[in-house]
């Protein structure tokens, strides 16, 4: 018994100080190991954040600049039908008026101009049919304000390559001005049997789904519209017609068609800044020796411009601005962010950034994409 208890008594645990001792370095490898997983999660929602906005901005460019050489696909070129005025109609059952932005011509730049947080927006137009190019003559005058029940219609020369019901027409006379329809009924003609009437009736009951293109009677006559086409009245067919517009809402690159849904739906978010200019070439050339900008300076009118400057644009010089959408943390001790402190450039000598409208720009990490996209159906055609 006695050899027992000497055998117990010689044990012993650890001393307080030895506990103290362990638990301060296990502590000291805890926050080691805690700060290394924290800045490897640092650097990986950095590199995270970064390969989004590599993604965003190439898909927004991408887009964009698809749809721009294919503006001015199966409409009428400049050369084809001169307009000075065009007349439209859009109703989709909550608003109507003309088609809002109707640009007229393959593409048409708004310039936003260089308040901050201003952006441009790009509207391009394109059809679906080969024979745009192509006037149909009609065999009657056009009567566009119709008196009593009397039904719109249009009695084409030719039906060759007349698009069918829901296809667009545009049309006009020499007097310069142009309507565009779209068709509602094909019917044989029977004064002449190797022809068509086209009708183009007003939709009764627009809505999203079924956007009313064709202005009712009251509508044309409460906004000046010619009685009628009665000199060399002719028609284009364009066939399916899209236009669509580019434009930044809220941090987010938005399109919007006209012809189609007419909903402004997101493309990519975290878009900032979209800059545009034309590039012109000289009357009668087909080689870009300027850009500008879509305003009034010191080369014309580039905010309206005339038919004729409108053959002179050959490309569009384009350029995205996306951010991170990962906010930075501010400097160590400050209330302010130094993430980036210069603003993004669109291109050497292109219109200038500017993001100041929002207060915690400099917080967020950004890259602009940028490139030069040729009108290829516009120099196609030799429109000079």
């Not at 927006?121 to 192509?134: E, F, K, L």
């Not at 402190?341 to 050497?348: Q, R």
Request: aromatic share 8%.
């Amino acid at each position: 018994m006695r050899k027992h208890l000497q055998q117990h008594k010689g044990q012993r645990g650890f001393s307080l100080i030895e506990i103290l001792v362990g638990m301060v370095v296990g502590l000291v490898v805890t926050i080691i190991i805690y700060q290394v997983v924290a800045t490897n999660e640092g650097v990986k929602r950095t590199t995270t954040a970064g390969a989004d906005t590599q993604q965003n901005g190439i898909f927004s460019l991408t887009t964009i600049e698809r749809d721009i050489r294919a503006a001015g696909w199966g409409i009428p070129a400049v050369s084809s039908m001169v307009c000075t005025i065009f007349y439209t109609y859009f109703n989709d059952g909550a608003t109507s008026g003309p088609v809002p932005n109707f640009p007229g011509t393959a593409l048409r730049i708004t310039d936003g101009g260089t308040a901050p947080g201003a952006s441009d927006s790009i509207t391009m137009m394109w059809g679906s049919s080969v024979r745009a190019n192509v006037p149909n003559t009609l065999l009657q005058n056009v009567t566009l304000i119709p008196t009593g029940t009397a039904a719109a219609s249009i009695q084409p020369a030719s039906k060759v390559g007349v698009s069918g019901t829901g296809g667009f027409m545009w049309v006009t006379d020499d007097t310069a001005n142009c309507m565009v329809a779209q068709i509602t009924a094909v019917a044989p003609n029977p004064v002449s049997p190797t022809t068509v009437i086209l009708s183009h009736d007003p939709v009764v009951s627009p809505s999203p789904a079924q956007p009313n293109y064709n202005a009712p009677a009251s509508f044309m006559t409460a906004n000046a519209w010619p009685v009628s086409f009665n000199a060399n009245v002719r028609m284009f067919d364009v066939g399916a017609l899209t236009q669509r517009t580019y434009s930044i809402v809220n941090g987010s690159l938005m399109a919007q068609d006209r012809f189609s849904s007419a909903e402004n739906m997101q493309v990519s978010n975290n878009v900032v800044s979209l800059k545009a200019q034309y590039g012109i070439s000289d009357a009668g050339g087909q080689t870009v020796n300027k850009w500008v900008s879509a305003t009034v300076n010191a080369d014309g009118n580039w905010a309206l411009p005339t038919a004729n400057d409108m053959r002179r644009v050959k490309a569009v010089h384009l350029a995205v601005v996306v951010r991170s959408p990962l906010k930075e943390k501010p400097t160590a001790g400050t209330s302010s962010c130094a993430t980036t402190t210069v603003a993004p450039t669109s291109w050497p000598g292109g219109p200038v950034i500017d993001l100041s409208n929002d207060p915690d720009w400099m917080c967020y990490r950004y890259r602009t994409f940028e490139t030069v996209v040729p009108m290829r159906n516009v120099l196609w055609a030799n429109l000079s």
